[in-house]
Structures are given as structure tokens and as C-alpha cells.
């Protein structure tokens, strides 16, 4: 075994320390907020629904919207971003194949975090910077009989193979034998963009919005910025995220997607916890099979045991109401998945925020040398990270509680509005109790696996 | 457009109160002794003494690995940035370090992909 490939488990694949736990008295002050402020809302909040993604928002000027749809601002964003990925794509195959290569930086910090503040801010970027995107748009041209609508992409499936594809994208992050492993990360890639282009040579652009992960990833969280499309004329508007919110599209799939989302992050605090490692040492042992091997299986079941229960227990929650017929009983887990969107994004800042501020870092200036030939061009590779956050922590640890606590108020309501429009009279308060209790289980949770576990 | 502002104000209040209310709360933190930190760590026929251990540390502090082994391997200190040593098949061997920036800092060996320990560095 040479030193090189000999596996270890780096933290995210990328190695260097992780955040220290949040203190006992911070996580307790943020359960305090999140109990009171659920159980208020509930007692004395509005009773009539509020909020209506029909609303047409704030007008942005009309030059604004124009200059957004303008076909050379898309073409150029789109190219901006493939000239990007074909410097990421080279650095992986020409450079140093250690972990220092750029590569791991943008797949798990620049892609995975950044992902989520740019559509946070900005709407659902991914459609306009995808790579595959733009490939398979370039392909389009090429005259080889035209590609795209040979077969309708099936609905039944909804969000499923997005879901499946983000499942991926955490496996190999959290529950993989080696995520730091570059031939891993090239295979993972690799059959990502063939999936991508094969699914939309077939069924055309749906294909690309229904079932790339990072697209819905993208999309679901846009659903919480400020900035969305007036559903009558298309103009952009700016106005309240939590009109903006409940016009998720309800597809099959949409609940385990974010599952996938939220019982991931959890499951990644929940493993590096010694609590774990010692079960994980001690099964391996007692199978008496290989570490890395047995660690992987270990943390594959434990990572789909995670997403389940969120699934699961999110889905009962939304069911557990009287006075509703059977199928709009099924209906209701779809109808209520964007409450669980805020939940999401406060859990993935509070856990991911300081890697995206410090291994972003890290990544660009990686980025700066992708070949590791001493190259300098715009002048960051003397460059070292600051560490703004890791190094003031009670700082980071009032952001991360925050972030939790902010989330699960945003995200009960949205549940308690929705669960006005959607639930019949005389069954409002009941029937929003269970899903309150649930969210605050989530946060509960989300805090203690912060607070070290 | 004032209700916004209003509610607006309302909002970044209230986050301000949440964020030094915690601070306020968490502002006391007990200090452990600023003595060195040293880790007896065994290696003997492929498996290592301790595993998955929590240490804790100051940033600055040395922290000593105090290594016998019947084998050679390698030591991974997983902080910010990363420090590795050579281990050889020898009794008594140390490695020094520091830590600069606080965190939670993985010991690992890397030929028998052991967690030795996890040290949490306070700023």
C-alpha cells in the first residue's frame, strides 16, 4: 500500500479541523426561542391564511428584467461558468493528484454550500450556470438530428431521480470509503454529466429541471429569496420570502429531496460524534471485516436511517389531521414541503457556513495554481485563509444557533399559514399541532447534534 | 413602504437581541490549565491504544505525542493546517505541535485508519 493511496477519512474530504461544538448555554437559549416562539404562534397567531405566491410583489424596473432575460447576459453567464468548470475539470486530470488538488474544494465547499447562498440571494442561478446545461444547449446546435422531446419525461417520477442524485452526492460525502479520493470524485462526476446529457438528449430541457440534483437543490432554495417573477407578466419583483415560499411545485419526490437535505447534514454531525465512531469501531471488529469497508456500509445505512426518519416522521405529521378525506390526506406531506425548506437552509448555514467562508477560501486559492506548477496570474497564491469565523468562536457559535432558531421560526410559519389554507375549519389548530411538535424535534435535535451530541 | 421598514427594524432588532443574548450567556467559559497536553499513544500488532479519545487544549499549548510502536505508520493531526509526522517501529518517540486556529483537530493514523483521538482547541 503506498502512501498516497492508503485511505483516511478526511472530514468532508478535505482534512483540517472542524467547528468546535456549540456551548451548552447557547444551544439552550436557541431551544428556549424556538419552543416559546412555536407554541405562541400557534396560541395567538393570525387565523386567516396571509400568504399567497399570487401576490405580484414589488416591481423591480423594467431594465432590470430586461437585462436579466437579455439572451447575452444568459449566454454569458453560461459560458463564464463552462470556462470555470473547464479549469476545475483540468486542474483534476493535470494536477497534483493529492489532496490538495483544486477539485475537492469546489465539489464539496464552492458547489454543495456555495449553491445554496448564491440561489438564496439571487433566485435559481443553477438553471442559468449549469454546465450541462450549456453543453447539451451547444449539442442542440450541432445538426445531427435534432435531440431533446423523443420521449415526454415521465411525471410519475416528479423530483425522484433528483433525490437520488442528491442521495448520490452525500453518499460519496459522507458514507463513501475514500471522499477524498479523486478518481472517485472524477467517476462521480463523470456519470453525473453522462446522466444529465443522456436524460436530456431524450426528454429534453425537463429532464434537466425535474432531474439534476443540483438544480432542484437550487430551486428549492430560491423558493426563500426576496426576488422572484410576477406569475402574471414574468417581471421581477422583489418582495416577502414567505409569499415566495409555498409556490414550490408539489411533485412526487419533493418530501424526500429535502429529506435528503436535511437527515444528511444531521447524519454529518451525528458521525463525527465519538459516540458513533466507537459503534462503527466496534462493529467492524466484531465482523472482523476491513475498516474502511465496514465504515462505509455503517455509514451508508446510518445515513439512509437519518434521511428516513425525516421523511417519515414529516410525512405522518403532515397527515395527522381531522376532517380531511383520503386523498387529500395523501396530498397533504407535497402541500406542506416548503415549510421544511427554511428548516433546510438553516441547518446546511449553521452547519457548512464557516467551510464555505474558510475552505472556500482554501479553494479558490488552490484554484489559482490548478496545475500546481507554481503559477500565480492573479496574484492569490501567496495568499493564506483567514480564519474569520473558526478563530472567534463564540461568535460562530451565536451564527450557528441563529441560523437553527431563525430557520425553524420561518419555517413554522409557513406551516402554520398553510395549514390555514389548507385545512378545514375546526381542525386548524389540531391539525397544525403534530407538525409543530415535529419541527421543534428537528430543531431540538439539530442543536443537541450541534452542541456535540 | 413604512410598515416594511417598520417590520424590518422590528426583525434585525430582534436578531440583534437573539445574538447578544446568546453571547451574553455563552460569555463565561471555563479555563482548563494551561499545563502541557501529552498523549501516550501504543501501537502494537496492528491495532493502537487509545481510540476515539476527546482531549481538550488551548490554542498555543503544546500538545505532545508520546508514540511507541512495533511498527512504522503515520501520524495525521488534521488542524488548520495540517500537520504529519513519521512514525517508526521504536519505543518512546514524541512529536510536538501546536494549534493556531481553535477547532475540533482529528489525530489519525493513517496506515491503520484509527481515530487516535480528537482534541477541541479553545480560542
Known amino acids: 500500500m503506498n502512501t498516497d493511496g492508503a485511505t483516511v477519512v478526511l472530514a468532508h474530504g478535505l482534512g483540517g479541523s472542524s467547528d468546535l461544538p456549540v456551548p451548552y448555554a447557547y444551544a439552550m437559549v436557541g431551544a428556549a426561542w424556538a419552543l416559546t416562539f412555536t407554541f405562541a404562534l400557534v396560541a395567538f397567531a393570525w387565523r386567516r391564511p396571509r400568504f399567497d405566491p399570487l401576490k405580484p410583489g414589488r416591481p423591480l424596473p423594467t431594465a432590470v428584467t430586461t437585462l436579466v432575460d437579455a439572451r447575452a447576459t444568459r449566454w454569458t453567464a453560461a459560458a463564464a461558468a463552462l470556462v470555470f468548470t473547464l479549469w476545475v475539470v483540468s486542474a483534476a486530470v493535470l494536477g497534483p493528484q493529492t489532496q490538495s488538488n483544486a477539485l475537492l474544494g469546489v465539489f464539496y465547499v464552492l458547489l454543495w454550500v456555495g449553491l445554496v447562498a448564491l440561489s438564496l440571494l439571487f433566485g435559481p442561478i443553477w438553471r442559468v450556470i449549469s454546465p450541462t446545461r450549456t453543453v447539451y444547449l451547444l449539442l442542440r446546435r450541432i445538426p445531427l438530428g435534432r435531440p431533446g422531446g423523443r420521449l415526454s419525461y415521465p411525471e410519475g417520477w416528479g423530483y425522484r431521480p433528483a433525490a437520488v442524485g442528491l442521495f448520490a452526492f452525500v453518499w460519496m460525502e459522507l458514507a463513501s470509503p475514500d471522499s477524498a479520493s479523486l478518481p472517485w470524485v472524477r467517476a462521480w462526476l463523470l456519470i453525473y454529466g453522462a446522466t444529465m446529457l443522456a436524460g436530456a438528449w431524450l426528454c429534453g430541457q425537463r429532464w434537466l429541471a425535474r432531474a439534476d440534483p443540483f438544480g432542484v437543490y437550487s430551486m428549492a432554495v430560491s423558493r426563500l429569496s426576496p426576488f422572484r417573477r410576477n406569475p402574471a407578466t414574468g417581471k421581477l419583483v422583489i418582495g416577502n420570502p414567505f409569499d415566495h415560499l409555498p409556490s414550490l411545485p408539489v411533485r412526487p419526490g419533493v418530501v424526500v429531496t429535502l429529506a435528503v437535505l436535511l437527515g444528511s447534514t444531521a447524519f454529518d454531525s451525528f458521525s463525527s460524534s465519538p459516540t458513533w465512531r466507537g459503534f462503527s469501531d466496534q462493529t467492524s471488529r466484531a465482523f472482523g471485516a476491513p475498516p474502511t469497508l465496514s465504515s462505509s456500509v455503517l455509514r451508508t445505512i446510518g445515513l439512509i436511517v437519518f434521511i428516513s426518519v425525516v421523511a417519515v416522521s414529516f410525512s405522518l405529521a403532515a397527515r395527522a389531521t381531522g376532517g380531511v378525506d383520503r386523498d387529500q390526506r395523501r396530498a397533504l406531506p407535497g402541500q406542506m414541503a416548503h415549510s421544511l425548506i427554511p428548516i433546510v437552509v438553516g441547518y446546511i448555514f449553521a452547519h457548512y457556513l464557516s467551510y464555505l467562508v474558510e475552505r472556500g477560501q482554501q479553494a479558490v486559492i488552490a484554484l489559482a495554481d490548478p496545475l500546481g506548477r507554481g503559477w500565480n496570474p492573479l496574484g492569490l497564491a501567496h495568499l493564506h485563509v483567514a480564519y474569520v469565523l473558526s478563530a472567534h468562536p463564540p461568535v460562530l457559535a451565536a451564527i450557528k444557533v441563529t441560523c437553527v432558531v431563525t430557520g425553524h421560526i420561518v419555517a413554522v410559519i409557513a406551516a402554520h399559514d398553510r395549514a390555514l389554507r389548507l385545512l378545514p375549519a375546526g381542525h386548524q389548530l389540531t391539525g397544525q399541532l403534530t407538525m409543530m411538535l415535529v419541527m421543534v424535534g428537528y430543531t431540538f435535535t439539530g442543536l443537541y447534534l450541534l452542541f456535540g451530541g | ?123
Open chain 2, 1 to 123: 413602504m413604512r410598515r416594511v421598514t417598520v417590520r424590518g427594524a422590528a426583525i434585525a432588532a430582534w436578531v440583534a437581541a437573539l445574538i447578544c443574548g446568546a453571547v451574553a450567556c455563552g460569555g463565561s467559559t471555563n479555563q482548563p490549565p494551561a499545563a502541557a497536553v501529552v498523549l501516550d499513544v501504543t501501537i502494537a500488532k496492528g491495532q493502537v491504544t487509545p481510540t476515539n479519545a476527546t482531549l481538550g487544549a488551548k490554542v498555543g499549548q503544546p500538545i505532545t505525542l508520546r508514540v511507541t510502536s512495533d511498527a512504522t505508520d503515520e501520524l495525521h493531526v488534521h488542524s488548520s493546517p495540517d500537520h504529519k509526522f513519521q512514525v517508526a517501529a521504536a519505543p518512546n518517540q514524541t512529536f510536538q505541535f501546536t494549534v493556531d486556529v481553535p477547532g475540533n483537530v482529528e489525530v489519525e493514523l493513517h496506515h491503520l485508519d484509527r481515530t487516535i483521538a480528537t482534541i477541541q482547541v479553545q480560542a
